[in-house]
């Protein structure tokens, strides 16, 4: 029920925007009885924060999931396969919710502090993943494993906490020249 739940928020948000997002148009999008978000959140804010502590932790295994992908394709690929998919797990107005509403953001900085995944452990991630593919050859062995993750996350973070709805950069293209970069490739 909470995905639904959350499935349905990120359609209401996508659809009519931040304003919008009431526990009604949640539920009455999700087609569960108005009370439902209620029973599962202490209230809009704890839904809020709680939608985006579950995309932090879905992106955080999606990164983790790199491990398996080392020699496959290439590095620059897979990690902008997860980069993309970290920018795509939030809508922006979902995250501006996130940080303006003050309920929500304390609830946000609290599930950090117990233990919820956020970037750090994203670029633990990448850092893991780019040190096996420096063992692999794929890398350059004197390439700076945690300097490239930091930012590399950090960019990503940046333009995840930036970007505005319905902004039409092309984060595909972004994220490639950053990955020429950073990768030297």
Do not use: W
Not at 32 to 37: I, R, Y
Not at 86 to 110: C, F, I, N, Q, Y
């Amino acid at each position: 029920m909470r995905e639904r739940l959350f499935v349905a928020a990120e359609r209401v948000v996508a659809r009519d925007g931040a304003a919008a997002l009431t526990s009604r148009a949640v539920t009455a999008e999700a087609e569960c009885a108005k009370g439902v978000l209620h029973t599962h959140f202490a209230g809009l804010d704890e839904f809020v924060a709680e939608l985006v502590l579950d995309r932090f932790a879905r992106s955080a295994r999606q990164a983790e999931a790199l491990q398996a992908r080392v020699g496959r394709s290439t590095v620059a690929e897979n990690l902008q396969e997860v980069v993309l998919a970290l920018l795509d797990s939030l809508p922006p107005a979902v995250v501006g919710l996130a940080m303006t509403r003050p309920a929500a953001a304390s609830h946000t900085r609290e599930g950090f502090r117990s233990g919820a995944p956020a970037f750090d452990a994203i670029q633990h991630a990448v850092t893991a993943y780019l040190q096996a593919e420096q063992h692999a050859g794929r890398i350059p062995a004197g390439s700076d494993t945690a300097a490239i993750a930091l930012a590399l996350v950090g960019t990503t973070h940046h333009l995840l906490m930036t970007r505005s709805p319905g902004q039409t950069a092309d984060t595909g293209a972004t994220t490639q020249r950053l990955l020429a970069v950073l990768l030297g490739c």
